[in-house]
């Protein structure tokens, strides 16, 4: 019985979390007009500010990573050289 009892519930709240995921939607006409407010002017802007953000970290990620990798390769050619030198 206790296992029934623990399915049940557990079939009751996710029934539950499934029926609050698809509650009512905003309809595009109204999305339009809060667009249109101030606030989703500001919302708007805030959001291409985030989207060139992003862009330029990623631009600034692969110049890092391309920068670490050249420093390796330096390193790598260095400790090379030493390796042969101490060889002669």
């Known amino acids: 019985m206790n296992l029934r009892h623990s399915i049940a519930c557990l079939?009751?709240?996710?029934?539950?979390?499934?029926?609050?995921?698809c509650g009512p939607r905003e309809s595009a006409e109204q999305r339009h007009r809060?667009?249109?407010?101030p606030a989703g002017k500001v919302g708007k802007a805030a959001h291409?500010?985030?989207r060139e953000a992003d862009k330029a970290a990623r631009v600034a990620g692969r110049k890092l990573d391309k920068a670490a990798h050249d420093?390796?390769?330096g390193w790598d050619e260095q400790a090379q050289r030493d390796r042969e030198k101490d060889k002669h």
């Open 71 to 73: 420093a390796r390769e």
């Open 48 to 50: 291409e500010v985030a």
């Open 11 to 21: 079939t009751f709240l996710a029934a539950g979390i499934a029926l609050t995921a």
């Open 34 to 37: 809060e667009a249109n407010t």
